[in-house]
């Protein structure tokens, strides 16, 4: 299985709960992870644009392949070993219902993340310290 890179916002504590959460599960060490806020990150050399990458989750595989969207998210719970999850995301009968849930989430995720982002951050760091 090929490694995957992960695009997140480093100022969200919803994706730091989130990432948090796959970096301790990241046993196999098939995920890497890339803080779009870091002064260091070079969008140029990541071969994407920050903009686009704050708009809908991305990742991209080894081989160069970009994934977008719930496909990041299958791949990285496929990796993390949480496969009910990988499952769920990666069915495509589902992807009619999960696209348009993703979506909506995105429109609305610096509101979600101001509300419950603060209490999931403190969860994922008792859980996984």
């Known amino acids: 299985m090929q ?3 992960i695009y997140y916002d480093g100022q969200c504590p919803l994706c730091q709960a989130e990432i948090r959460m796959l970096r301790a599960r990241n046993r196999q060490g098939l995920l890497r992870f890339a803080d779009l806020s870091d002064p260091h990150f070079d969008a140029t050399a990541n071969r994407i644009s920050c903009a686009a990458a704050l708009e809908k989750i991305h990742g991209r595989l080894e081989s160069g392949e970009l994934l977008t969207g719930i496909a990041v998210f299958a791949a990285a ?7 009910l999850l990988a499952w769920i995301f990666s069915r495509r009968w589902l992807a009619p219902l999960l696209n348009p849930l993703y979506g909506l989430f995105v429109k609305y995720r610096h509101a979600v993340s101001r509300t419950l982002g603060p209490t999931l951050l403190r969860l ?5 310290p």
Request: hydrophobic fraction near 35%; charge should be positive; glycine fraction near 0%.
């Open 124 to 128: 994922a760091q008792r859980i996984y």
């Open 77 to 83: 719970y496929r990796r993390a070993d949480l496969p």
């Open 3 to 5: 490694p995957l890179t």
